[in-house]
Each structure stands twice: as C-alpha cells, then as structure tokens.
C-alpha cells in the first residue's frame, strides 16, 4: 500500500468515526472522564497479535509493578484497554496458542502438552478471517509451537529458528504488512526475549540490577532449571537469586522498547490508527515466587504460571484508558476478535462450538462479565484444573486448584493471599466445593459441538 493510499484510508477512518459535536465536546464539558464509550465502527480492520511465552502480568507497571519495566505497554493499555483478570487457558504456550487460534479449551482440542497437534475440525481464526478476505501471516519464535497444527488459515505460518529477538521478529512482521496484498491483513508475531535460556542476555540490567556481573545467568540458564540444590552447587545465594528477577526485568524491558520502536515505524505509514492490536502472554514464568524450581514453566497454576497481561489498542482509539476488571481468558480472544476486527456479530452461530465468548461488548461498557475463569495444565505433577472466581460478596477473589481425580485440592482466598501462601482447602470447604461443582458444567461446555 503507497503512502498516498495509506493517506486515504487515515481519511476514511476519520470519516467513519465523525461525531456529533455535542458528543465531541463533552471530555470539556464534563472534565472528571476519564473512559469514553466506544464508537460503533462500519469497518474492518487489520489485525496484530503479539504473543510472548513467560510475559506476566505482574511484571507489566501499569498492572502495579513497582519498577518501569514497560514504559510502551504502560502506553498502549493508556490508548486502549487493558483487562486486569486476563489468564492463559494453559501453563503450557503450545495448549494456549491452540485456545487462541480455535477458542477452544485444551480439553477439547486434545492440545495440553508440548507434543500434542491440533486435531482436525476445529477451524481457526486465521481461516475465518481468510474467508472474509484477510492476508493471514504468522511469525513465531517459540519452538513449543512447531508442528503443533496451528498453521491452518495462515498464507505463511514460519517458526523463526534461533538465534531471533523481538527485533527481528518485529522487522519480519513489518515486511509482511508491508507486502500484504491488500489493506486487510492478520499478522501474528511471537516474541522470544524472555524464553529460557536466551532470555535476558546481553539485555542492561542497570536500571534494575547495577551490581550484576554482565552476562550474569547466560551458562546456567543453559544447564535447566533451578532448585535448591541447584544453588547450592552454583553457590548462589539471596543475591543471584534476585539477580535472576532482575535479568527477566531487564529481558522485558528490552523487548518493550523493541515494540515501541516497531509501533513509532507503523505510526509513520500511516498504518498504526486503522489496525487494531492485541497484546498478551501465551504463559506465564515461575521465577523466584516460591520453593522449588525457577525458571521453569508446565510446572504449577499458581498465578506467576498463568495470569498474563491482555492489551487490546483499537482503531483511531475510539476506546482509550479502560481498565477492565472483568475475567478473561484465551479462549475469548478469537470470538472477540472476529466481532471488533471482522465485524461478524457474536453468537454460536458465528463460532460454533467455542469454549469462551467474546469481550467486544465489554470494552464498550464496564460489564461483570464472566465470573470463572478456567485454566488447565501441569500442577505438582498432577493433571489439574484451576478456577478463579469473584465472589458475590465484596471483591474477594476465590481460587480452586484440583486434580483431575480429585486427590489434589488447593483453596485460595486471592485478595488477601495474592501469593497464594496458605491453602484452605479444609477450613472453608463450602466455597470450595461450590467451586468444584463448576468443573462438571464447565466440562459439559467444553465439549466438541
């Protein structure tokens, strides 16, 4: 697309999102807004997912981080809207990306560890939006999500072999949208930087760390994952284990500015006000939240494995500043996508058989939402499923992890235990078992339709 046509289609936009000049005038009128509702739009548009494996939620600034480790994310939620209660549907990137692309739980697509492949039937978002004319690309840089099936709908699905960065990746994703064929395109980029054993190196950890050694991590990140014993031949104490962090902090940062530069380029074609963008983790990462292993992932559900951040930036920023506090989990994304991107009103009939529903609506108003989020993967070497809920009274938020069989149950009252620290499985087990009969119809919906 010329910069003359790119001109136009700024133009159109402007066009289509005119507003009555009452409407217009009443962020001056009414100075105490801070959200404004969202502008039914008649367009299409493009589409970019960025993806990171181990991007949590708790890192982000803008989700209460104490430290600036992602200045241009913190920007994006500020343009657009960022939903606080996001969750992978997996602990495991491969499980989740398989959520993503059908919107549908790991249960169901039979995509629940690193070597399992989509099976065939469930169609993917890339071959709905094809079949409503979209230029489909996927870029990915994890290697859990090779031969996973996740190609379908894609005119070109490449896994980028190592050595790659967010750089990279980014300058990749750039040519295919600049190549597109036409104005409607859906480009996937996934982002490496905090993927073990590369994550973090040669990334300055000064502004996070100034007394660790350069290259601190690159050799014994290579040797797997850490556990006490693992320190204790390193010889490593409460220093290099905050070292660690500190290395994952400044692997974020590094990759938020490469975004940043990446999104300042497609500002300047004029490409950046008509697309929308989404923005999340496809897992979270256990550092040094807890005894036992760090650095590790498919390993536990605790909220460092699987809250991640979900930022959604809108064309022409019709929906700016909201921060939503309504769950949402992978299994949305592609409904909510095919309604705000593809213009395809929601309802079964636009995705049969999907796990989750889309959020479009929500991003107009502040709506409860979902009250359960449900996410499946690896728990203390059990198969498990992990139930968040807010609860009717108050804002407490309620957890239940439990094993497939029953034999592992874990409760936990989020809002004053956000570290997940002291089970009451036993002590309030009314609220547990209120949580666990949710498994069976959360079961009877997650089933092939």
């Known amino acids: 697309m010329t910069g003359s046509d790119r001109r136009w289609t700024v133009l159109l936009w402007l066009l289509a999102l005119a507003l009555p000049v009452g409407w217009a ?30 991007l949590r939620a708790d890192h982000l600034h803008h989700l209460g981080y104490p430290r600036d480790t992602s200045p241009v994310l913190d920007e994006i939620a500020h343009q657009g809207i960022t939903f606080r209660g996001a969750y992978a549907s997996s602990n495991e990137s491969r499980a989740t990306a398989a959520a993503l692309m059908t919107a549908r739980c790991p249960e169901v697509t039979g995509v629940r560890d690193a070597e399992d492949r989509l099976p065939p039937g469930p169609r993917t978002l890339a071959e709905r939006l094809t079949e409503r004319g979209y230029h489909c690309v996927a870029l990915v840089s994890d ?44 480009v996937w980029a996934d982002l490496p930087d905090l993927l073990r054993p590369s994550g973090g190196a040669g990334a300055d950890a000064a502004p996070f760390a100034g007394d660790m050694p350069a290259g601190f991590g690159d050799a014994a990140l290579l040797a797997g994952h850490f556990d006490p014993r693992a320190y204790t031949d390193l010889g490593w104490g409460p220093r290099e284990r905050r070292w660690l962090v500190d290395r994952y902090d400044a692997a974020l940062h590094r990759m938020d500015a490469a975004i940043g530069r990446f999104l300042d380029g497609l500002a300047d074609a004029f490409v950046l006000e008509t697309m929308t963008l989404a923005i999340t983790g496809t897992r979270g990462e256990r550092l040094d939240d807890r005894p036992g292993l760090d650095f590790a992932h498919g390993v536990d559900l605790y909220e460092h494995s699987i809250h991640v951040p979900l930022i959604l930036r ?8 909201l921060r939503l506090e309504r769950l949402a989990h992978s299994v949305d994304f592609g409904p909510t ?62 957890k239940l992890i439990q094993s497939e069989d029953g034999t592992l149950r874990e409760f936990y009252a989020l809002t004053p235990d956000p570290g997940e620290r002291t089970n009451h499985a036993q002590h309030q087990r009314h609220r547990a078992d209120a949580l666990s009969n949710h498994i069976d119809a959360w079961r009877a919906t997650c089933t092939v339709r």
Not at 346 to 365: E, I, M, V
């Open 337 to 398: 996508m095919l309604e705000m991107v593809a213009r395809v009103p929601n309802g079964p009939a636009a995705w049969p058989g999907a796990s989750g529903q889309s959020l479009a609506h929500g991003t107009r108003f502040q709506l409860a939402g979902s009250p359960r989020v449900h996410v499946e993967g690896r728990h203390r070497g059990s198969t498990a499923v992990a139930h968040g809920v807010i609860a009717i009274s108050g804002n407490d938020r309620y």
């Open 314 to 321: 809108v064309p022409a920023r019709h929906v700016r500043g």
């Open 143 to 186: 290697p859990d999500l090779a031969g996973a099936g996740l190609e379908r709908g894609f005119a070109r699905f490449e896994v980028l072999e190592a050595p790659v960065t967010a750089e990279s990746v980014l300058n990749a994703a750039r040519e295919a949208i600049d190549a597109a064929p036409h104005g409607n395109w859906f």
């Open 25 to 54: 005038t009443q962020s001056l009128l009414f100075t105490g807004r801070t959200e404004w509702r969202a502008v039914q739009r008649q367009l299409s548009s493009p589409l970019l997912l960025v993806t990171a494996a181990g």
